[in-house]
């Protein structure tokens, strides 16, 4: 379990670098004075690693902030919707001649 974005990060890390498939993933939204928010979190997941959003994997939102909670299932829902330009994004070419990833 990962209590913030550091170590959400390393979760992800670990599991990409050991071929560990993800299965689900809950998410809160307010982690904490000067944390980022679970949104926040969310937002770079689908940059970073848009297969997980895009994908097979189980994605909750278990926020008690309801705003949010909305937010992240709308967020969740058009990442599913949009799911084969989110994960073409992430192999795009950047403007500038740089590979994004």
């Known amino acids: 379990m990962a209590r913030n974005f550091g170590e959400f990060q390393e979760l992800i890390k670990q599991a990409k670098e050991k071929g560990e498939p ?3 993933i809950s998410f809160d939204n307010d982690l904490g004075e000067g944390e980022k928010e679970g ?7 689908a940059e970073a690693h848009p297969e997980y959003m ?11 902030n309801p705003k949010a909670r ?9 990442c599913r919707e949009h799911r ?3 994960l073409e994004v992430k192999n795009r070419a950047h ?7």
Not at 54 to 64: D, F, M, Q, R, W
Not at 70 to 78: G, L, S, V
Not at 95 to 101: L, N
């Open 22 to 24: 993800i299965e689900s």
């Open 95 to 101: 403007p500038w001649g740089e590979k994004m990833r």
């Open 84 to 86: 084969e330009e989110l």
């Open 54 to 64: 895009a994908g097979e994997t189980e994605l909750k939102v278990h926020s008690a």
């Open 39 to 45: 949104y926040e979190i969310m937002k770079w997941l």
């Open 70 to 78: 909305e937010n992240m299932e709308a967020y969740i829902e058009f």
